[in-house]
């Protein structure tokens, strides 16, 4: 059980218990059987008996993980969605879906533009063309539609002209929500 949970806390401990595990499991030459072999371009599929599976993994390093606690293995370093210098951290797992979402770009130019400017700008409105930009984008592809906004009735479809309505006009609403 502790192994799971090491593979759980650190990607780069997970890929050396990988390589290690590898190592172990696949030391020894592999059969496929038609379909699943590599001739394809596609995954080959490797099967081992209950007993090897069971075998437990003879490695030095996976074992002098496993004897770790979790305090020596958490590193502590987890500076959420802002780094130290008050920069952006879009790896952070917070905002990593909006950075990889089709709208990734117009986040990241709306964030960096918050993250530039200050309180009182932010309240005078800064900002709020690239906050748009990415609505407008969110709006057009759709990339944060629910299942159950998908299976919406006439209602549902009545709000998405509204908002294509908003996408096609160029306007940016000021603090107030009158167009600019």
């Known amino acids: 059980m502790l192994v799971i949970s090491v593979v759980q806390?650190?990607?780069l401990i997970c890929g050396k218990m990988f390589l290690a595990l590898k190592e172990v499991l696949f030391w020894a030459p592999w059969k496929s059987s038609g379909a699943e072999n590599d001739s394809d371009g596609k995954d080959v599929v490797h099967r081992i008996?209950?007993?090897e599976y069971e075998k437990p993994i003879q490695d030095a390093y996976v074992e002098s993980v496993a004897r770790l606690s979790y305090e020596e293995l958490d590193d502590k370093y987890n500076p959420g969605p802002t780094l130290p210098d008050g920069g952006v951290n879009f790896e952070c797992h917070c905002v990593g879906h909006l950075v990889a979402?089709?709208?990734g770009h117009e986040f990241?130019?709306?964030i960096?533009?918050?993250k530039s400017a200050g309180s009182e700008k932010l309240d005078e409105g800064a900002c709020a063309a690239e906050f748009m930009n990415f609505m407008k984008c969110?709006?057009?592809?759709?990339?944060?539609?629910?299942t159950h906004d998908l299976n919406d009735d006439e209602e549902g479809e009545e709000k998405d002209a509204e908002l294509e309505d908003l996408h096609e006009t160029d306007e940016v609403p000021n603090k107030t929500g009158n167009g600019a």
């Not at 969110?138 to 629910?146: A, P, Q, W």
């Open 138 to 146: 969110v709006i057009r592809t759709g990339c944060f539609k629910s």
């Open 108 to 110: 990241r130019e709306a």
């Open 101 to 103: 979402s089709p709208c």
């Open 49 to 51: 008996t209950q007993e």
């Open 112 to 114: 960096k533009c918050q």
């Open 9 to 11: 806390t650190s990607w």
